[in-house]
């Protein structure tokens, strides 16, 4: 999704839990593996990955302090030791060369300014043959909580503008980022298809405050006057409504599990 907004971090880990289950059985961490964690967030998968590698170690790299300060905190918490984290922005970032046998991330890798420069520089951290293990969005038409929300937020049934730009929806053509990946030097490009839905509260209320934890929507709503605002609020909350099933707010989405190797 889009980066936490103002207030209390949101819980991406909570609204992609389904996900993280395919997402761990895709990376295939193996008991030496040096891994490498692109947009790790709060570092639930840079965690998992170093308990599955046992004798090895994972690095979470991410650009938000607030995010990576609770990932520090919980792999305390939990006695994850062979993990480190690192602020960085991984397009740039001067990583050691050839080192990691695994370069994994869980809608991590959507937001580049220059995808080839930034995949380009991961496979130069990665040793060769090394696995990639990418979660993406697939299009923002097969994802029911983007289409619906703009629309609530927008007041409009008519499709989203198409975005411009850096995009959680940027990896969503196979045939792109394919081009990309081979571009920067990957081979054995893989697509499977994730189907499951995400989760945004246990009810109306707490699914409303944690939609306004995004900057996405808080971005939307800033946008308008106060009755605009107040309106698009109300509009929001039928919404979020409409998918409450008694257990919990879910919206339906599509995501790829991308997989390659460094060539």
């Known amino acids: 999704m889009t980066r936490p ?16 289950e395919h997402f761990r059985v895709a990376t295939g961490v193996r008991p030496r593996d040096r891994v490498l964690d692109i947009g790790c967030g709060a570092g639930l998968s840079t965690r998992e990955a170093a308990r599955a590698a046992v004798a090895g170690h994972a690095l979470g790299v991410d650009l938000s302090a607030r995010l990576l300060d609770r990932a520090r905190r919980l792999s305390d918490d939990e006695a994850v030791r062979n993990v480190s984290y690192l602020q960085a922005d991984a397009q740039a970032h001067h990583f050691r060369p050839a080192h990691f046998d695994l370069c994994i991330s869980r809608f991590g890798t959507m937001f580049f300014a220059d995808p080839v420069a930034a995949f380009t520089n991961v496979a130069h951290a990665l040793r060769p043959a090394a696995r990639l293990v990418l979660m993406v969005w697939q299009s923002a038409e097969r994802n029911e909580w983007s289409a ?8 409009t049934t008519a499709p989203a503008p198409p975005r411009i730009g850096q995009d959680p929806f940027s990896l969503a053509d196979p045939a792109v980022t394919e081009g990309i990946l081979a571009s920067a030097g990957f081979v054995d490009v893989g697509f499977t298809d994730v189907h499951e839905p995400i989760y945004y509260g246990l009810d109306n209320d707490s699914a409303y405050h944690n939609v306004l934890r995004l900057q996405g929507p808080n971005d939307q709503l800033a946008k308008l006057d106060a009755a605009a605002a107040e ?18 707010v879910y919206f339906d989405s599509r995501a790829w599990i991308i997989t390659a190797r460094r060539a």
């Not at 619906?148 to 007041?155: S, V």
């Not at 309106?231 to 919990?248: I, V």
């Open 231 to 248: 309106h698009a609020r109300e509009r929001l909350r039928a919404t979020l409504a409409a998918h409450d099933t008694g257990s919990g």
């Open 148 to 155: 619906e929300i703009d629309r609530a937020l927008a007041g």
């Open 5 to 20: 907004g103002t207030g209390d971090l949101f819980d991406y880990d909570a609204e992609l839990r389904l996900h993280n």
